[in-house]
């Protein structure tokens, strides 16, 4: 029997560094619902839940949310591992696909082939950021109920509440990281900047849908780095 995954997709109006990027469009259309239906490409998740902050300043995400047919749970905003904790208890959640709100690129074939792996063996957490090789935006995390619970129940410092899974991949032993045959951990993909977003804009005009894939982009970057690079300084 295969063990059942669900995405636990994490977003806020409230970042600190670019406020309301969620909610910035592209081709006329919010980026949480981009990163949303590329995500449902995936083969390998059951279901998607977005999980959000019950604060007013999040109720537009809501309601563009709900309107759209998307799962919603509203928890803490800054403990995040509270809130991916009652979420998972909420919906009684076996096993979970973390991904965050600024990986706007999320690739559903690279999901599907983490979440493949770790249905057929015995991990508790499986990721491709313990040993970074992909961009930062393409960052994936799969691991069990159990483990999110052990982490929850003694996890105490600040900085382990607000990301999640440091506990994890401090404490879980039967863990795996999926590397990339190519290094690209230097690039810079993700959406926390007004540089980041104006990057992502122009990556989307060069192709004719919203479904195009990592190999995509990265044939996209080898032929146009100098746009990259610019991106990378301006946030540096």
């Given at each position: 029997?295969?063990?059942e995954?669900?995405?636990?997709?994490?977003?806020?109006?409230?970042?600190?560094?670019?406020?309301?990027?969620?909610?910035?469009?592209?081709?006329?259309?919010e980026t949480?619902?981009?990163?949303?239906e590329?995500l449902?490409k995936?083969?390998?998740?059951?279901?998607?839940?977005?999980?959000?902050?019950?604060?007013?300043?999040?109720d537009?995400?809501?309601?563009?949310?709900?309107?759209?047919?998307?799962?919603v749970?509203?928890?803490?905003?800054h403990?995040v591992?509270?809130?991916?904790?009652?979420?998972?208890?909420?919906?009684?959640?076996?096993?979970?696909?973390?991904?965050?709100g600024?990986?706007l690129?999320?690739?559903p074939?690279?999901?599907?082939k983490?979440?493949?792996?770790?249905q057929k063996k015995n991990?508790d957490?499986?990721?491709?950021?313990?040993?970074?090789?992909?961009?930062?935006?393409?960052d994936?995390?799969?691991f069990?109920?159990?483990a999110?619970?052990?982490?929850?129940?003694?996890?105490?410092?600040?900085?382990?509440?607000?990301?999640?899974?440091?506990?994890?991949r401090?404490?879980?032993?039967k863990?795996?990281?999926?590397?990339?045959?190519?290094?690209f951990?230097?690039?810079r993909?993700?959406?926390d900047?007004?540089?980041?977003?104006?990057?992502?804009?122009?990556i989307?005009s060069?192709?004719?849908?919203?479904?195009?894939?990592?190999?995509?982009?990265?044939?996209?970057?080898?032929?146009?780095?100098k746009?990259?690079?610019?991106?990378?300084?301006?946030?540096?």
């Open positions: 029997m295969k063990k995954v669900t995405a636990i997709v994490q977003a806020r109006v409230g970042s600190s560094r670019l406020r309301g990027k969620v909610l910035k469009k592209i081709n006329k259309k949480i619902l981009l990163l949303l590329r449902s995936s083969k390998k998740i059951d279901d998607i839940i977005v999980a959000i902050p019950k604060k007013k300043q999040d537009d995400l809501y309601k563009i949310l709900i309107k759209n047919n998307y799962k749970f509203r928890g803490d905003e403990n591992l509270k809130r991916y904790f009652e979420c998972a208890k909420k919906f009684a959640l076996k096993n979970i696909l973390r991904i965050t600024d990986n690129l999320v690739d074939n690279l999901v599907d983490l979440v493949n792996i770790y991990f957490y499986i990721s491709n950021i313990e040993k970074r090789t992909y961009p930062k935006g393409f994936i995390e799969v069990s109920f159990k999110l619970r052990q982490a929850y129940s003694k996890a105490n410092s600040k900085f382990d509440k607000e990301h999640v899974t440091p506990y994890l401090r404490n879980i032993f863990r795996y990281n999926y590397a990339n045959k190519e290094d951990s230097n690039l993909i993700t959406l900047t007004i540089h980041d977003f104006k990057l992502i804009k122009k989307f060069k192709f004719e849908n919203k479904f195009f894939y990592y190999k995509d982009i990265i044939s996209f970057y080898k032929k146009n780095k746009i990259f690079l610019e991106c990378k300084n301006l946030n540096n």
